[in-house]
């Protein structure tokens, strides 16, 4: 499994995005993507659904229907459930082929999201839709499949996946009823470890409803189950994810709280990553506060293990953190110094947004020093970025 943590932040200028994925339990991919598909003209949103169900349904069968025919005698679904013994090994390979399947579509749907960005393109968007659909067809496929065979683990787990898939067309309403149906398959079967893995995920689906009150209990349940199963990793990142909910609430001491338990598990475990994630986001809290010198201490802490493990994008977004600080400090000498950094990095690795807030940053400080005609090139260098 892979998994993520929630990067946020308090101060909007620095980190410009939230990245948000979704747990997979069977899947080996991470995706990201949340993207509406068009209802098509003259549609209401509840016969779009029906119509895309039935079609997915149908899909669905039509897959079933064709490996059934490598069993002798067996050809439609009906017979799904009356496959010898000998045999059930066979449709549950075609179960796990069609899992996979669906599996590399949304890894492709990923890699070209990074790579060129979702088109507005009504072709574009179509093409994507029916991708999505096309996945979805083979997870219920294959989870009909495992169902037929009582493979319990399975059918818990293709049942999550599902519910990511609906959370990346950005359907969540029927996202969380996937994740909820699934921890509750997991819960009875005694696998604490995949129901906080659910949990974890309809923690996120709420947040990004903005149901900041759900959101946090199912990341605070996460935390206990993960903990009790020994996944000290995903704890670390539902602590995380609980202390960013409490911060978007401000209600600072509760998110406090809970960095510092992710921050202390993350360390523990080795993970860097985690590590720096969250000294950033204690940084920023201080930094919202008003605490610049212990902003400054998370912030350089966040620096330094962001340096160690060669994250470029962090040593950016850190640097930019720093320089906001000094210069609220009135220290325009240093805040130039590491937005100046933060600016080097950000066109090195060709991080767009990040160097146009970086060189828009870098106008600002320069005209609160009064060199107008400097400022005049670094503010125009941000709007040339068109970001």
Known sequence: MIFYTLRSTIQGMRRMTNTAHYYHTIAFIVVSILFVPSLGFGQSATTATNVQSKA?????????????????????????????????????????????????????????????????????????????????????????????????????SITGNIGNIYAQQGDLTTALEYFLKAAKMDEEAGNLGNVATMYGNTGLAYQNQNNYGKAVEYYVKAVKLANESGDKFLAANMAGNAGIVYALQKDYPKAMQYYFQSMKMHAEAGDKNGEEIIAANIGGIYETLGDYPTALKYYTKALALAGEINNAKSVADVSMSIGEVYGKQGDYTKALDHMNRSLATCEAIGYKIGAAVAARNIGDILTKQGNYLLAISYLDKAKSLNV
Request: proline share 2%.
């Open 56 to 156: 997915v349904d149908s899909a669905a069968i039509a897959l079933i229907n064709t490996s059934l025919k490598l069993i002798p005698g067996k050809k439609e679904i009906s017979d799904l459930g009356a496959v010898p013994d000998g045999y059930k090994n066979i449709i549950l390979d075609e179960g796990i082929n069609y899992l996979q399947q669906g599996n590399e579509i949304i890894a492709r749907l990923q890699r070209e999201k990074d790579t060129k960005g979702v088109s507005s393109r009504r072709g574009a968007t179509d093409s994507v839709a029916l991708s999505y659909l096309n996945a979805l067809a083979r997870m219920i496929a294959a989870r009909k499949i495992f169902a037929a065979m009582d493979h319990k683990a399975g059918v818990a």
